[in-house]
């Protein structure tokens, strides 16, 4: 059975790029999501992330009318649900995945299915999380039978399908890279296949839906691990005055040896929180997973300290100065280079952390935004040639490649990247 229309249940990093890349193939796609904001920008032909390439191809398969927006979910062939997957506010020192928005996006789509549909989550899941999406569509449509009930021969068809996508790169990527397909049947994965082969050029690997739900778990779970090693490295080596990314270099000179980059903690909506989700249903044996998150999460704090001490060591050296007299430039807000995500960002919170605690002015450099989210009030968006002309202590955060080609004269750097150190 042909896929004449999609439907792409949530517009946002993933959710928008992938709807473009079917709707370039000259398919039929419905994007649904519940931001009137993003439904009435992309209806202009237009987008509301930061993306090389989406603009051209949003506008071009608006203007042909391959694309829509809306906010409710219309009838189709298969449904891609591509929502958020936080974690429950409960305060546990282990949080606990939040599955309220793949809820209500079944529930939402439920209404409009039909015999012989197809639906993928895409959302980075909890493993078992496919499974419990099926129990609520069939809940909602007992009508319909599902895999869980009727096997091979299910009226609709369930699979699970992560994205594995670089921000920055996800054009490319979408189509380039291979694609963990797990479907509940043979017949699921089959049919998922079919679908992702409209535009996916890389190999379509087909498992089951927990396996493939515990595929990206643990290829950011390995990630995570690797950077808290590095992360670690580094403040061990700020003790013992040795330069981090000196030794790191000197280390990857071994033919089997490939350290990664300490920075000031982990973000993004992967790294810094798919571990948790093998950690909070795991807990007494994700032993090294749980440590590794417990050593980035900390890094930003050391961070914080490193500004402390700079302010003190500040003063010592201007006598006639008080705190509120101190500038700080924070160069980089969003989670890694070049895009403007700044979710899950350490260099947000460790900015906004400062401002709370300081009592002169907080500057925050980030040439990817044009305003500030609003829980950074009281900290002015300037450029990178104002913050360095008029702040006191400098506090590189992303290395973004505005700031790479630039030098900072000053005796107060506080340097998490490394880029400066090679001026």
């Known amino acids: 059975m042909s896929f004449n229309t999609i439907s792409v249940v949530g517009l946002g990093y993933i959710g928008l790029p992938t709807a473009a890349m079917f709707a370039s193939r000259k398919k039929k796609v419905i994007g649904v999501d519940v931001n009137q904001h993003a439904v009435d920008t992309i209806n202009r032909g237009e987008i509301h992330i930061v993306e090389p390439e989406l603009d051209m191809i949003v506008h071009a398969a608006v203007k042909e009318g391959y694309l829509k927006a809306t906010l409710s979910p219309e009838q189709a062939d298969a449904f891609l649900i591509a929502v958020p997957t936080p974690f429950k506010n409960n305060n546990s020192q282990i949080p606990e995945p939040d599955l309220t928005y793949i809820h209500r996006a079944s529930e939402a789509i439920a209404p409009v299915l039909k015999k012989g549909d197809l639906v993928i989550l895409e959302s980075t899941s909890p493993v078992g999380a496919t499974e419990q999406m099926a129990d609520w569509l069939s809940a909602a449509r007992p009508d319909l039978s599902f895999p869980q009930q009727a096997g091979e021969n299910a009226d ?34 089959a049919r998922a296949v079919e679908l992702y082969k409209t535009f996916v050029k890389g190999e379509c690997v087909i498992t089951n839906a927990r ?16 950077i808290a090693f590095a992360n670690e490295l580094s403040v061990i080596c700020d003790k013992l005055e040795i330069d981090v990314w000196e030794l790191i270099s000197l280390a990857n000179r071994h033919p089997r040896i490939n350290i990664l980059q ?47 001490l700079a302010i003190a060591d500040f003063l010592q050296a201007n006598s006639d100065k008080t705190a509120k007299d101190i500038t700080i430039a924070c160069y980089g807000l969003s989670f890694k280079p070049d895009i403007d995500d700044l979710r899950e960002s350490p260099a947000l919170d460790i900015t906004k952390e400062i401002a709370a605690f300081h009592k002169g002015a907080v500057l925050a450099v980030e040439p990817n935004i044009e305003r500030l989210p609003g829980e950074l009030n009281g900290i002015e968006l300037t450029s990178f040639d104002n913050a360095k002309k008029v702040a006191d202590i400098h506090l590189m955060l992303v290395d973004h490649k505005e700031f790479k080609t630039n030098k900072i004269d000053s005796p107060s750097i506080i340097d998490t990247k490394g880029i400066w150190k090679k001026f």
């Open 156 to 189: 609709v068809n369930i699979a699970h399908c992560p994205e594995r996508v670089l921000p920055g790169h996800v054009v490319r990527e979408l189509v380039e890279n291979d694609r963990v397909i797990g479907g509940m049947t043979t017949h699921c994965s």
């Open 262 to 308: 300490p920075g000031p903690g982990v973000g993004g909506h992967c790294i810094a929180v798919d571990p948790w989700f093998i950690v909070s249903q795991n807990p007494e044996d994700a032993r090294i997973i749980h440590t590794a998150r417990k050593v980035n999460s900390s890094k930003p704090e050391w961070v914080v300290n490193k500004v402390k």
């Open 211 to 226: 396996t493939a739900e515990m595929a990206k778990l643990t290829e950011n779970s390995c990630r995570d691990v690797q």
